[in-house]
């Protein structure tokens, strides 16, 4: 999974469960928000992205991820 998360350094891998899914490609590793790369979803308030949102809560939510880190930044994350 490539992902752009904060303050992050490019090639570093974070393992941990994820925490909180924020929308369709965004999600939460032990707290830290991470941006998944090459994914673009519907924002919450565009049609299908609630029911985006649910479809990843369902796939990742609460289960473990290893996520290598691209360095990016993008917005918070």
């Known amino acids: ?24 490609d965004t999600i939460e590793v032990s707290g830290l928000p991470v941006r998944l790369n090459g994914l673009d979803g519907q924002e919450l308030d565009e049609r299908g992205g609630k029911a985006g949102k649910r479809f990843m809560q369902g796939l990742v939510l609460h289960k473990p991820v290893q996520c290598e880190l691209t360095g990016a930044k993008t917005y918070d994350r």
């Open 1 to 24: 999974m490539g992902v752009v998360g904060s303050s992050a350094t490019a090639g570093e891998i974070i393992k941990g469960k994820v925490t909180h899914v924020r929308d369709v």
